[in-house]
Nanobody, 119 residues
């Protein structure tokens, strides 16, 4: 289990930007695939994107591709989600998650941070 703490959420106007951060407590951060998920009110949690341990390989949901960027800093045990051109439909609680490279499931989750986009 990895302890994850998100920060950086808030209220932003449509078209604006936000940067979320997630701090991880593990000595082997590079061994973890990191991901962002989100859950809007009344909807199921959905995958936003992920980054491998090296930081060189990323993947995104179609709904955010071209607008969101995931990056990580292994020296700081941190992963980031840069969100640009935000839309009202991006309003959700955003969660950071960690999956050890030898496992199939994301077993560690943060508490979430609220992002609200006003139109």
């Amino acid at each position: 289990q990895v302890h994850l703490v998100e920060s950086g959420g808030g209220l932003v106007e449509a078209g604006g930007s936000l940067r979320l951060s997630c701090a991880a407590s593990t000595r082997t951060f590079i061994n973890y695939v990191m991901a962002w998920f989100r859950q809007a009110p009344g909807k199921e949690r959905e995958y936003v994107g992920s980054v491998d341990g090296s930081g060189r390989n990323t993947a995104y949901a179609d709904s955010v591709k071209g607008r969101f960027t995931i990056s990580r800093n292994n020296a700081r045990n941190a992963v980031y989600l840069q969100m640009n051109n935000l839309k009202s439909e991006d309003t959700a609680v955003y969660y950071c998650a960690a999956r050890h490279r030898a496992q199939d499931d994301f077993g560690s989750w943060g508490q979430g941070t609220q992002v609200t986009v006003s139109s």
